[in-house]
């Protein structure tokens, strides 16, 4: 079901799609209660928020699957899911595939990097071959059990070859049964609009900030073709350098109060969490054992 929701939101002609990352549940439920429609969970995020590395492989398929799981279990909205490279073997794609959906997650999008990859706005990249890439594809094609369930194909080709090497790859997934496409690291809108004349499936355009792709609008985006545009770690970074900031005065001084107008309030907190919907449950739990 939350498959077949992501694709209706995707295929809105009138309006491009924000996909927005959420670190863990209760980011989900943030986003969700001020109106985001898609969320996503990113690779690089399991590994800073949940584990506190770098995104160079040190996750594995377990950590990711707990995440979403906690993050699906919080919000029903269509979450999609980076996978990486499928950790490992054709094998372990469909079994992240058949773990992914029985958790009621949308989505996932699975990459053309070597096994040992990094960040996709980082140098050094390593590609395997379109054969390789396409085996995964149909692995993941293959093990999904709802049709609706997306199958992304990323593919860092434009880094490591080029934008012709970039198209043909492209071309090449979508032909053993990728739903969607997401050509990372990309530099201009020209080459959004150069995929998406040949492609004939939507487009995912990652604009994160401090990386190599400029910031472009919705409308520009919009304009040359794309479907998607993916925010994965604002609201992480957002969040991160306020806890920095606070961390950093409250060190120094002799109170928080002078903080407070930049805090979430206690109330608002139980707000989200409809924390007082579940403490009436209690009560009543509570009151008829009394009884």
């Given at each position: 079901?939350?498959?077949r929701?992501?694709?209706?939101?995707?295929?809105?002609?009138?309006?491009?799609?924000?996909?927005f990352?959420?670190?863990n549940a209760y980011?989900?439920?943030?986003a969700?209660?001020n109106?985001?429609?898609?969320?996503?969970?990113?690779?690089?995020?399991?590994?800073?928020?949940?584990?506190?590395?770098?995104?160079?492989?040190?996750?594995k398929?377990?950590?990711?699957?707990?995440?979403?799981?906690r993050?699906?279990?919080?919000?029903?909205?269509?979450?999609?899911?980076?996978?990486?490279?499928?950790?490992?073997?054709?094998?372990?794609?469909?079994?992240?595939?058949?773990l992914?959906?029985?958790?009621?997650?949308?989505?996932?999008?699975?990459?053309?990097?070597?096994?040992l990859?990094?960040?996709?706005h980082?140098?050094?990249?390593k590609?395997?071959?379109?054969?390789?890439?396409?085996?995964?594809?149909?692995?993941?094609?293959d093990a999904?059990?709802?049709?609706?369930?997306?199958i992304?194909?990323?593919?860092?080709?434009?880094?490591?070859?080029?934008?012709?090497?970039l198209?043909?790859r492209i071309?090449?997934?979508?032909?053993?049964?990728?739903?969607?496409i997401?050509?990372?690291?990309?530099v201009?809108?020209?080459?959004?609009?150069?995929?998406?004349?040949?492609s004939s499936?939507p487009?995912?355009?990652?604009?994160?900030?401090?990386?190599?792709?400029?910031?472009?609008?919705?409308?520009?985006?919009?304009?040359?073709g794309?479907?998607?545009?993916?925010?994965?770690?604002?609201?992480?970074r957002?969040?991160?350098?306020?806890?920095?900031?606070?961390?950093?005065?409250?060190?120094?001084?002799?109170?928080?109060?002078?903080?407070?107008?930049?805090?979430?309030t206690?109330?608002?907190?139980?707000?989200?969490?409809?924390?007082?919907?579940?403490?009436?449950?209690?009560?009543?739990?509570?009151?008829?054992?009394?009884?």
């Open positions: 079901m939350r498959g929701l992501f694709r209706q939101l995707v295929e809105n002609d009138k309006e491009l799609l924000s996909i990352g959420t670190v980011s989900s439920v943030l969700k209660k109106g985001v429609k898609s969320i996503y969970l990113s690779g690089s995020g399991v590994a800073a928020a949940s584990f506190g590395l770098p995104d160079l492989g040190f996750t398929l377990e950590d990711v699957v707990e995440d979403a799981r993050i699906t279990s919080a919000c029903d909205l269509p979450l999609l899911v980076d996978v990486d490279t499928g950790f490992g073997s054709l094998n372990s794609i469909q079994k992240t595939v058949k992914l959906e029985n958790e009621n997650v949308a989505a996932i999008h699975i990459e053309d990097q070597v096994d990859k990094r960040c996709g980082r140098p050094n990249k590609l395997v071959s379109i054969t390789e890439m396409q085996d995964r594809i149909k692995a993941a094609v999904r059990t709802d049709d609706d369930f997306v992304m194909a990323r593919s860092d080709a434009l880094a490591v070859e080029n934008d012709e090497m198209l043909e071309n090449s997934y979508v032909e053993v049964g990728a739903d969607m997401f050509p990372e690291a990309l201009s809108l020209d080459g959004y609009k150069k995929i998406a004349q040949e499936v487009i995912l355009a990652n604009i994160t900030e401090f990386g190599k792709t400029p910031l472009f609008s919705k409308k520009e985006l919009h304009d040359v794309v479907s998607m545009l993916l925010y994965p770690l604002t609201a992480f957002a969040m991160s350098k306020a806890a920095e900031k606070i961390y950093k005065e409250l060190s120094s001084t002799e109170s928080q109060e002078h903080m407070l107008g930049e805090m979430q206690r109330d608002e907190l139980y707000d989200y969490l409809s924390y007082h919907k579940y403490e009436k449950e209690m009560d009543d739990i509570l009151n008829k054992k009394d009884e």
